[in-house]
Nanobody, 127 residues
Framework: QVQLVESGGGLVQAGGSLRLSCAAS????????IGWFRQAPGKEREGLSC????????NYADSVRGRFTISRDNAKNTVYLQMNSLKPDDTSVYYC????????????????????WGQGTQVTVSS
């Protein structure tokens, strides 16, 4: 079974930092672009960041550019999202997902491209 499992969420004060992890099992991720997304109650799902499979090219939404950093360790089959300077508006459930139709050199934060999703991890930022 192919599974993605997010971890690292929690409660943090505004201005603080969290590091999220996305661990894969049942599949090697070295051929797949990976994206991070979030969805808060009553809001649409928002693409935040993505990273390409091998050359590790990154893409960021305007809302998180300069604050969040995506990275990956293919040997550990894990992708990370370092979140700094967190704001109350960042409060959401955060998801990772795998794109099975990946192209080299570029990735997309369009959620329609992603086929396999994790269960999500809650991030709450207090003011």
């Amino acid at each position: 079974q192919v599974q993605l499992v997010e971890s690292g969420g929690g409660l943090v004060q505004a201005g603080g930092s969290l590091r999220l992890s996305c661990a894969a099992s049942g599949v090697a991720l070295d051929a797949n672009n990976i994206g991070w997304f979030r969805q808060a109650p009553g809001k649409e799902r928002e693409g935040l960041s993505c990273i390409t499979a091998r050359d590790r090219r990154e893409n960021y939404a305007d809302s998180v550019r300069g604050r969040f950093t995506i990275s990956r360790d293919n040997a550990k089959n894990t992708v990370y999202l370092q979140m700094n300077s967190l704001k109350p508006d960042d409060t959401s459930v955060y998801y990772c997902a795998a794109d099975w139709r990946s192209f080299p050199g570029i990735c997309s934060t369009n959620e329609g491209r992603y086929e396999v999703w994790g269960q999500g991890t809650q991030v709450t930022v207090s003011s």
